[in-house]
């Protein structure tokens, strides 16, 4: 994994995940480098003076996509709105619950990144998921070139889930929804609760029985006249490699199931976090996870994670699933991912996929190098949706 700043996991891990973003490297440097010495405390000031230089950087290429506007260079103003709102988003995410400012930029993200689609006229679409008299918001990709006698010219979806930390936002900029539309399959990319709009919109905290708002999304789904209702995948990375197994075993309108990165046992790994074993995905990770679960302190939290895990659940699975995971994950151990496709005994169709230095991909969600590791879940995507690879 690239490293910038070799004592701050999470930092590093923030900037690998904006490269898979879009992020300029020569941004990255000049974001970065008047922040090394301070990038050892590991504070909330750190966490402050982190966001003032990447948000320095996003405000200057919103002024420079303003003089495209003004000159009618749509384009290339979609373009700086695009990389500002991958700054201001991974600014945003290294902060902790309740620091000053950060909703305020947590909306001013939206709305950046609502103009960069508009002006590039992008294949994504924002809507909204009734939920519990609310709703979930979701970015919704659409299948390219989809053929006439695919079911009447319906397209497979896949369904994709944030995890513990990221945003529809983050995983749509990541690529795989792109490969996904060059494959015949549509993306719908969803703030679950617990991420995103739903946990600082709505007040949607996380909840270990992920059916519940995964059967409202299929509900959605199948209300789309473009939509092969009977092709419908769903996808989760990181923490999401949790939630889209139990989904999947629990909704049997699903037709095939993905982790990117597994995660069988996230009680286990809360309590070897407690023992300072693995590294943090955030700064402030405990205020974090609470917030997230809708816990008062660390002890309700840990009683709430006692139910995160899949021991029990797998044999429910009975479509085809794909496990992936990166060999040196420094988050979740690979035993997780053995264990998940182990338990994984009634799929007619189960893979287990290690990445490893040969491919890349080789950290935690192959946050190191996502581009091989993408490429090879859209291609098990397509084939087994009954999309196409060529």
């Known amino acids: 994994m690239f490293s910038y700043f070799p004592t701050n996991y999470p930092w590093d891990l923030a900037i690998n995940i904006a490269l898979d973003m879009g992020a300029c490297m020569g941004e990255i440097d000049e974001m970065c480098?008047?922040?090394?010495?301070?990038?050892?405390?590991?504070?909330?000031?750190?966490?402050?003076?982190?966001?003032?230089?990447?948000?320095?950087?996003?405000d200057k290429l919103c002024e420079l996509a303003k003089e495209d506007e003004g000159n009618g260079r749509l384009l290339s103003a979609g373009d700086k709105?695009?990389?500002?709102?991958?700054?201001?988003?991974?600014?945003e995410r290294l902060q902790g619950h309740g620091a000053p400012g950060r909703m305020?930029?947590?909306?001013?993200?939206?709305?950046?990144?609502?103009?960069?689609?508009?002006?590039?006229?992008?294949?994504?679409?924002?809507?909204?998921?009734?939920?519990?008299?609310?709703?979930?918001?979701?970015?919704?990709?659409?299948?390219e070139g989809v053929r006439a006698e695919d079911v009447e010219?319906?397209?497979?979806?896949?369904?994709?889930v944030n995890g513990l930390d990221s945003t529809k936002e983050m995983i749509y900029r990541g690529g795989l929804p792109e490969l996904?539309?060059?494959?015949?399959?549509?993306?719908?990319?969803?703030?679950?609760?617990?991420?995103?709009e739903a946990i600082r919109l709505h007040g949607l905290t996380a909840r270990f029985d992920a059916e519940h708002w995964a059967s409202r999304v299929v509900d959605w789904l199948e209300t789309r006249e473009e939509i092969d209702a009977k092709r419908i995948g769903m996808e989760g990375i990181s923490l999401g490699g949790y939630f889209a197994p139990?989904?999947?075993?629990?909704?049997?309108?699903?037709?095939?199931?993905?982790?990117?990165?597994?995660?069988?046992?996230?009680?286990?790994?809360q309590k070897r976090r407690l023992e300072k074993e693995g590294n943090f995905p955030v700064p402030h990770y405990w205020k974090h996870v609470c917030w997230v679960w809708g816990a008062k302190d660390i002890d309700e939290f840990m009683e709430i994670a006692e139910q995160v895990h899949l021991d029990g659940v797998l044999d429910r699975v009975k479509v085809p699933f794909l496990v992936t995971h990166g060999e040196q994950d420094s988050q979740i151990p690979l035993k997780w991912a053995h264990r998940t496709y182990e338990e994984l005994v009634n799929s007619p169709?189960?893979?287990?996929?290690?990445?490893?230095?040969?491919?890349?991909?080789?950290?935690?969600?192959?946050?190191?190098?996502?581009?091989?590791?993408?490429?090879?879940?859209?291609?098990?995507?397509a084939e087994t949706l009954n999309a196409h690879t060529a």
């Open 33 to 58: 480098a008047p922040l090394k010495e301070v990038a050892k405390t590991k504070d909330a000031e750190a966490s402050e003076a982190f966001r003032k230089s990447w948000e320095l950087m996003a």
């Open 104 to 143: 305020e930029l947590y909306q001013h993200f939206l709305t950046i990144f609502a103009r960069s689609l508009q002006l590039a006229k992008a294949n994504c679409e924002r809507v909204e998921i009734p939920y519990e008299g609310k709703h979930l918001s979701a970015l919704y990709v659409r299948a």
């Open 81 to 91: 709105y695009a990389r500002a709102s991958t700054y201001y988003c991974t600014a």
């Open 180 to 196: 996904l539309a060059k494959r015949g399959v549509s993306s719908l990319i969803v703030d679950q609760p617990g991420t995103g």
């Open 349 to 381: 169709k189960r893979e287990l996929k290690v990445f490893t230095e040969r491919e890349g991909g080789v950290q935690h969600s192959s946050c190191d190098n996502s581009t091989n590791a993408g490429a090879y879940i859209a291609d098990w995507v």
């Open 153 to 160: 010219g319906k397209a497979p979806v896949l369904v994709m």
């Open 246 to 269: 139990r989904a999947v075993a629990f909704e049997p309108r699903f037709a095939c199931g993905v982790v990117w990165g597994a995660n069988h046992d996230w009680r286990d790994v």
